[in-house]
């Protein structure tokens, strides 16, 4: 079972703490990894077969990451998403290395890079849910947003850095070499990782587990709903839709603990509550309970909270209407325009810096008064800005309107994500992010045929107002409920 320590003391900025700043260096080095891992399969695919064997090839990982993601989530709250970082970058790590030398005694085709994507597919959907959850077990809240902002630095230095490191290796020695390369810097990953101090859970997430309330009332205390039988704990912001007993039904009942200290060893046993009492809320996550029914759980305790059930909406519609437009919505506009693979270049290096002052803003800054209604405000200019790069008619205007969506996209992403994980229970986040990046992973990249298929029939303009559409429906949910319009990161 993993340790637990406490993290250092509170007040104590995220991008001065040795133990967000390890965290950190394990995260960069590992996407820096995943980076040239993906141009290594694109090069070795390309080289084995067809054209389109090597996009299937390449593809195919899409797949196990949509199907398992939300089990995944369910992995990283049951086991600790630190562990099952852990786990899953180890899993990586070797499997990149054995194919690495595979590559190096022969030529196998192209079978053990189709097995190597789905692996890498698979693990994925344990990790991405497990990397969102771990920030909120490694600093405080207040330092959530900061973290965020530091997150998306790493980000924009992996795409940076991990292209060229991946053509380094395939100039030096091929596809072999470039898989060398990915993965030793994932294992650097690892012992980093190990070193990461956790925090104990907050005490609302303790009462979730234990199962016992720690008062008759106040927020976090009160259950949000049942789903077949089963509580749910609300988070600070969900609706109080505890279950009143109609006419004729057994009066509802309250859960009491045998050993309030030892909640996995023994069972509850249930006593007679009064005719207005509402069920205790169920553990989030035991070992001794069956995976769906933490996964309906939490599905449960996503759609009753007030601020996250918008907002993962939210998310949904945003990456929607995103994905296409910005890859392959982008190299048909360069080449209907004349750009070339050089003026796009400068498009998305003009995306690139916008995103990357945001996240250093935040990580500098810390926090954003009004957080709900400046995400809200940001994703509706952004889809604006989306629609205008359809239509801009010269090179220096697109990177001008990329910087804004830059920006703009990269403030609304930032704040989403602090937001997940301020309104939401740790105990909770695994599942939380696991249904938030299930659209934007598993889902939104299958919709880039059918834009190119759109762009084909009715051109670049059309296609990017209805994707900038879908992006500002995302910001009107925002807009439009009044919890996540008012929701404020901790101060």
């Given at each position: 079972m993993t340790t637990v320590t406490a993290v250092p003391a509170v007040g104590r900025p995220a991008h001065r703490d040795p133990n967000v700043l390890r965290w950190l260096g394990a995260y960069a080095s590992s996407m820096v990894g995943d980076n040239v891992f993906y141009l290594a399969l694109s090069w070795a695919a390309v080289r084995?077969?067809?054209?389109?064997?090597?996009?299937?090839?390449?593809?195919?990982?899409?797949?196990?990451?949509?199907?398992?993601?939300?089990?995944?989530?369910?992995?990283?709250?049951?086991?600790?998403?630190r562990r099952v970082v852990i786990g899953s970058d180890t899993v990586r790590c070797v499997a990149v290395l054995a194919v690495a030398a595979l590559l190096f005694l022969a030529h196998p085709g192209l079978w053990p890079l189709a097995a190597l994507?789905?692996?890498?597919?698979?693990?994925?959907?344990?990790?991405?849910?497990?990397?969102?959850?771990?920030?909120?077990?490694?600093?405080?809240?207040?330092?959530?947003?900061?973290?965020?902002?530091?997150?998306?630095?790493?980000?924009?230095?992996?795409?940076?850095?991990?292209?060229?490191?991946?053509?380094?290796?395939?100039?030096?020695g091929g596809a072999?070499?470039?898989?060398?390369?990915?993965?030793?810097?994932?294992?650097?990953?690892?012992?980093?990782?190990?070193?990461?101090?956790?925090?104990?859970?907050?005490?609302?997430d303790a009462v979730e587990q234990t199962g016992v309330p720690e008062g008759t009332g106040g927020p976090g205390q009160a259950p949000s709903?049942?789903?077949?039988?089963?509580?749910?704990?609300?988070?600070?912001?969900?609706?109080?839709?505890?279950?009143?007993?109609?006419?004729?039904?057994?009066?509802p009942v309250a859960t009491v603990p045998l050993a309030p200290t030892a909640p996995d060893t023994l069972d509850a046993v249930t006593v007679p509550a009064a005719p207005d009492a509402v069920t205790v809320p169920a553990p989030a996550s035991r070992?001794?309970?069956?995976?769906?029914?933490?996964?309906?759980?939490?599905?449960?305790?996503?759609?009753?909270?007030?601020?996250?059930?918008?907002?993962?909406?939210?998310?949904?519609?945003g990456d929607l209407g995103f994905v296409a437009p910005l890859n392959i919505g982008l190299t048909l506009l360069a080449d209907q325009r004349g750009w070339g693979a050089s003026g796009m270049g400068w498009v998305l290096a003009g995306f690139g810096v916008g995103a990357g002052a945001v996240s250093m803003l935040l990580a500098v800054r810390g926090r954003l008064p009004r957080a709900g209604l400046v995400t809200g405000c940001a994703c509706v200019a952004g889809a604006v800005a989306v629609g205008a790069l359809g239509q801009a008619p010269a090179l220096p205007v697109a990177v001008g309107i990329a910087l804004l969506i830059g920006l703009l996209t990269g403030l609304s992403g930032a704040l989403c994500g602090?937001?997940?994980?301020t309104q939401g229970d740790p105990a909770y986040l695994g599942r939380v992010i696991s249904v938030a990046s299930l659209?934007?992973?598993?889902?939104?990249?299958?919709?880039?045929?059918?834009?190119?298929?759109?762009?084909?029939?009715?051109?670049?303009?059309p296609v990017y107002a209805v994707s900038a559409a879908v992006c500002g429906l995302g910001g009107v949910v925002v807009?439009?409920?009044?919890?996540?319009?008012?929701?404020?990161?901790p101060r």
């Open positions: 084995a077969g067809s054209p389109a064997e090597a996009g299937v090839v390449v593809s195919v990982s899409a797949l196990p990451r949509a199907v398992l993601m939300l089990g995944g989530g369910v992995v990283a709250d049951r086991f600790g998403p994507a789905l692996l890498f597919g698979a693990v994925d959907a344990v990790f991405v849910p497990a990397v969102g959850a771990l920030p909120a077990r490694i600093t405080g809240t207040d330092q959530l947003t900061r973290v965020q902002g530091m997150r998306g630095l790493a980000n924009r230095f992996a795409s940076v850095v991990g292209a060229p490191l991946g053509g380094l290796g395939i100039a030096l072999a070499t470039a898989f060398g390369l990915a993965g030793a810097l994932i294992a650097i990953s690892v012992p980093l990782l190990v070193s990461v101090r956790i925090r104990e859970l907050p005490r609302r709903g049942a789903v077949a039988a089963e509580a749910v704990p609300a988070g600070p912001d969900a609706a109080a839709t505890a279950a009143v007993p109609s006419a004729g039904t057994v009066p070992p001794g309970r069956a995976a769906w029914h933490d996964l309906r759980a939490g599905l449960a305790y996503l759609r009753h909270h007030r601020v996250l059930g918008p907002l993962v909406l939210a998310i949904a519609l602090a937001l997940l994980q659209v934007s992973l598993g889902i939104a990249p299958l919709s880039m045929p059918f834009a190119a298929a759109a762009i084909g029939v009715w051109g670049v303009g807009l439009a409920f009044p919890a996540l319009r008012r929701a404020e990161l």
